[in-house]
């Protein structure tokens, strides 16, 4: 019986887990100037949320792979991506750098106190969400070659009737 009770305890965690809030914290524009998820959330569909950092490989090529086909995401779905660096004041300087290298077409939000990060209790990045009506309905942890088709099959629950 106590490990049944853990185990409708844990799908309940999860589950909750899953339409969980978005947090409100402060962040700022690559102009410095401050604003938050809420603000710049796609208010009418949905939003991809995505934490990384200019140190971290594995958030660039996800951020990559994304890229290459968010303009057909766009066009099918008419989600939104902000990509929220997490970089600290010591690795910041390099965001608006390396996100016109890459030519990214995605809202960029700094995150460098980490609140948001801390907020959605992610231990690791990439960190993906996806967020509608502000609820968390998709939650991802790191990233592996294809995982971009994975979380288009997830958005398109929630855009495509």
Known sequence: MKNLTIIVSLFFSVALMAQ??????????LKGEPTSIQKTANKDGVTIVSLWA???????????AISDIYQDWIEETG??????SVD????????????????????ILLDTNNDLKRALGASSIPLTIVIKDNKIVY???????????????EVKKYTLK
């Open 139 to 153: 939650r991802h942890s790191g990233y592996s070659p294809g995982a971009e088709y994975e979380l288009y099959e």
């Open 20 to 29: 969980q809030e978005l947090p409100t914290v402060e962040l700022t524009t």
């Open 88 to 107: 600290d004041s010591r690795t910041v300087r390099r965001v608006k750098s390396l996100i016109n290298g890459k030519g990214w077409e995605y809202e």
């Open 54 to 64: 200019t140190w971290c490989v594995p958030c660039i090529k996800e951020l990559d």
């Open 79 to 84: 989600v939104s991506l902000i990509a929220v």
